[in-house]
C-alpha cells in the first residue's frame, strides 16, 4: 500500500518589524556585557609566598637574652639617623614552625622607605620555655632593650609603633596593655581575642596550645593574654583586617574595635575588601601601599 509522501511544513518568515525588534533586544544584551561597570575591587588572592621567598640580610642581629631564640634582627634606613621604629613581632600561630624570616620582608620594605626596623624573634610552641607567659616575656625582654640606650643611638624613642602580623599582632596589642610605654600599636590580622579563637579551633586549636589549655582549664591565662579582655588606654591601636582573611576571620578584627570604641579607647578598624591573610605582609601585593601609609601615619 502506498502512503502519500508527507510534506514539510512550510515556515514563515517573521515580519520585518519585528525582526528589527529582536535584533535591536540582543545588540541591548551584548553592550550591556560589555560595558558593565567594574566591581569596586578587585579580589586579591591571598598567597604564601611570602612564606617561602629569602628576604634582604639584616644590618645586625641583636640578643636580648641567653635561648638561641632571643635576638632581633635590625634593618636600617640610608642616612645617619635618628630613625622613627617599627618594632615588628612575626606570626605563626605562636607555634616554632614559623620563624622571624618571612617578616624580614615587610621589615626591609619600611627601612627603605625610612623606618627603622626591629624584627623581633621569641620562644614559641615547640621551643623550651615558649607558650604563655614565656613568649610574652621574650616579648617585653626585646621591647625594653629597644628602650634602653644599649640598642644604639640610630632610633628615635619617641616615635617608635609596635606592631605585629596574626600572633604577632596579638603579642603586639598585649606589650600596649602591659608596658605604659607603648604609644602606638598596629595590628595586621591580628589574633586579637584568645577565647574567640579557642571557640573557632583556629589552626587546629593554636590558641589552647598557647595557653596551656582551655578557658575551663586555665581561664586566668585568657583573662591575662587576649587583648579583648584587657584595657589599652595608654595607646592608639590601628587593627587592619582583610575581608577575605581564612586564617583568621574578619569578624575578629571587627568586633574587636566595636568593643574597644565602645570602651572609649583610641582604636581605628581599616577594613580591606577582598583581602587575604598574607598580602598584608608582602611588599609586593597591591594593598602595600595602604599598610605603608598606615606605618608612616603612626609614625610622622
Given at each position: 500500500?502506498?502512503?502519500?509522501?508527507?510534506?514539510?511544513?512550510?515556515?514563515?518568515?517573521?515580519?520585518?518589524?519585528?525582526?528589527?525588534?529582536?535584533?535591536?533586544?540582543?545588540?541591548?544584551?551584548?553592550?550591556?556585557?560589555?560595558?558593565?561597570?567594574?566591581?569596586?575591587?578587585?579580589?586579591?588572592?591571598?598567597?604564601?609566598?611570602?612564606?617561602?621567598?629569602?628576604?634582604?640580610?639584616?644590618?645586625?642581629?641583636?640578643?636580648?637574652?641567653?635561648?638561641?631564640?632571643?635576638?632581633?634582627?635590625?634593618?636600617?634606613?640610608?642616612?645617619?639617623?635618628?630613625?622613627?621604629v617599627v618594632f615588628f613581632i612575626h606570626g605563626g600561630y605562636w607555634r616554632a614552625k614559623y620563624d622571624l624570616e618571612h617578616a624580614g620582608h615587610l621589615c626591609a620594605a619600611l627601612a627603605r622607605a625610612g623606618i627603622a626596623t626591629w624584627n623581633v624573634e621569641y620562644r614559641r610552641v615547640g621551643n623550651p620555655g615558649g607558650g604563655w607567659p614565656g613568649t610574652f616575656e621574650d616579648v617585653r625582654g626585646a621591647w625594653r632593650l629597644l628602650n634602653s640606650a644599649e640598642s644604639g643611638h640610630e632610633f628615635d624613642r619617641r616615635r617608635i609603633c609596635a606592631a605585629g602580623h596574626s600572633a604577632g599582632?596579638?603579642?603586639?596589642?598585649?606589650?600596649?596593655?602591659?608596658?605604659?610605654?607603648?604609644?602606638?600599636?598596629?595590628?595586621?590580622?591580628?589574633?586579637?581575642?584568645?577565647?574567640?579563637?579557642?571557640?573557632?579551633?583556629?589552626?587546629?586549636?593554636?590558641?589552647?596550645?598557647?595557653?596551656?589549655?582551655?578557658?575551663?582549664?586555665?581561664?586566668?591565662?585568657?583573662?591575662?593574654?587576649?587583648?579583648?579582655?584587657?584595657?589599652?588606654?595608654?595607646?592608639?591601636?590601628?587593627?587592619?583586617?582583610?575581608?577575605?582573611?581564612?586564617?583568621?576571620?574578619?569578624?575578629?578584627?571587627?568586633?574587636?574595635?566595636?568593643?574597644?570604641?565602645?570602651?572609649?579607647?583610641?582604636?581605628?578598624?581599616?577594613?580591606?575588601?577582598?583581602?587575604?591573610?598574607?598580602?598584608?605582609?608582602?611588599?609586593?601585593?597591591?594593598?602595600?601601599?595602604?599598610?605603608?601609609?598606615?606605618?608612616?601615619?603612626?609614625?610622622?
Amino acid at each position: 500500500m502506498n502512503f502519500p509522501r508527507r510534506q514539510k511544513p512550510k515556515k514563515t518568515p517573521l515580519p520585518p518589524l519585528l525582526r528589527v525588534v529582536l535584533l535591536v533586544a540582543a545588540m541591548r544584551a551584548v553592550l550591556k556585557v560589555l560595558v558593565a561597570p567594574m566591581p569596586l575591587y578587585t579580589p586579591h588572592v591571598s598567597t604564601e609566598s611570602v612564606l617561602t621567598s629569602k628576604p634582604p640580610a639584616a644590618d645586625r642581629r641583636l640578643t636580648y637574652g641567653p635561648d638561641p631564640n632571643q635576638f632581633v634582627d635590625v634593618r636600617l634606613p640610608a642616612g645617619a639617623g635618628p630613625h622613627p621604629v617599627v618594632f615588628f613581632i612575626h606570626g605563626g600561630y605562636w607555634r616554632a614552625k614559623y620563624d622571624l624570616e618571612h617578616a624580614g620582608h615587610l621589615c626591609a620594605a619600611l627601612a627603605r622607605a625610612g623606618i627603622a626596623t626591629w624584627n623581633v624573634e621569641y620562644r614559641r610552641v615547640g621551643n623550651p620555655g615558649g607558650g604563655w607567659p614565656g613568649t610574652f616575656e621574650d616579648v617585653r625582654g626585646a621591647w625594653r632593650l629597644l628602650n634602653s640606650a644599649e640598642s644604639g643611638h640610630e632610633f628615635d624613642r619617641r616615635r617608635i609603633c609596635a606592631a605585629g602580623h596574626s600572633a604577632g599582632g596579638h603579642l603586639a596589642l598585649c606589650l600596649a596593655a602591659f608596658e605604659e610605654s607603648v604609644s602606638r600599636v598596629l595590628s595586621l590580622a591580628g589574633v586579637l581575642d584568645l577565647l574567640r579563637a579557642w571557640e573557632l579551633h583556629l589552626s587546629n586549636d593554636a590558641a589552647s596550645e598557647f595557653l596551656g589549655g582551655s578557658p575551663e582549664q586555665v581561664p586566668g591565662h585568657y583573662r591575662e593574654a587576649s587583648p579583648a579582655a584587657k584595657a589599652i588606654p595608654n595607646a592608639v591601636q590601628k587593627i587592619v583586617h582583610g575581608t577575605a582573611d581564612e586564617s583568621v576571620p574578619w569578624e575578629i578584627g571587627r568586633n574587636y574595635i566595636e568593643a574597644k570604641t565602645k570602651a572609649g579607647e583610641r582604636a581605628e578598624f581599616i577594613s580591606l575588601p577582598g583581602t587575604g591573610h598574607f598580602e598584608i605582609i608582602d611588599p609586593e601585593s597591591e594593598v602595600w601601599p595602604r599598610i605603608e601609609a598606615e606605618f608612616r601615619a603612626l609614625l610622622h
